[in-house]
């Protein structure tokens, strides 16, 4: 077994790599974690991602493989149980579409309206909540992404459910509103009740002051 060993490099905060570690436990796989601090970055980590120098990295018998989408695409490729990719291809390749879209649109604009302020943190919210909007469409009328079990898209998007309030709190914002996006605020019930999400989730008190360090440290650097 010593050469099909699994490690996984990541950050308690990381929502990238979360992902992975939701995929690997609801495929039921064994794998070490390696907790890294990425503003003093090991030797490991250079050596094993020294394209990004970023976490998560997974490695698979020695191999490894960086960035979160393409891990979890790896790991459901590699352990066939609990198929977390849909097997039709045009569906795959929706899921593939909106874990991208969320990315590029949400995600980049939800984090910079966390840290900044005025006119820019405005602009940011605006941004966030007109792709929430796309992402309500999608989920309407659906337990979860993924259908009734929880798919690649559910992955992808998980961060939504539990980093996203903490950053509204952290950045005093209000990206989704229950009464405007109901459909998302049910998803996000029913991912966070889901029992390898609810017991795989870093403490929300620990979430909390780290990133109101991020915004003390990002804010003052961006206003020069
Ligand atoms: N696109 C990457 C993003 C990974 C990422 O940004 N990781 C952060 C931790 S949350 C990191 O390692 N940051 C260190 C750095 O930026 O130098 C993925 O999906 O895996």
Redesign the pocket.
Known sequence: MGSEEVKLLS?FA???GKRVEWALKLKGVEYEYIEQD?FNKTSLLLQLNPVH????VLVHAHKPIA???VIVEYVDETWKQYPLLPRDPYQRALARFWANFAEQKLLDAAWIGMYSSGDEQQNAVKVAREAIEKIEEEIKGKKYFGGENIGYLDIALGWISYWLPIWEEVGSIQIIDPLKFPAITAWITNFLSHPVIKDNLPPRDKMLVYFHSRRTALSSTFQG
Do not use: A, H, M, Y
């Not at 120098?53 to 998560?56: R, S």
């Open positions: 950050f990381s929502p990238f990425i120098k970023k976490v998560p960035e979160s989408f």
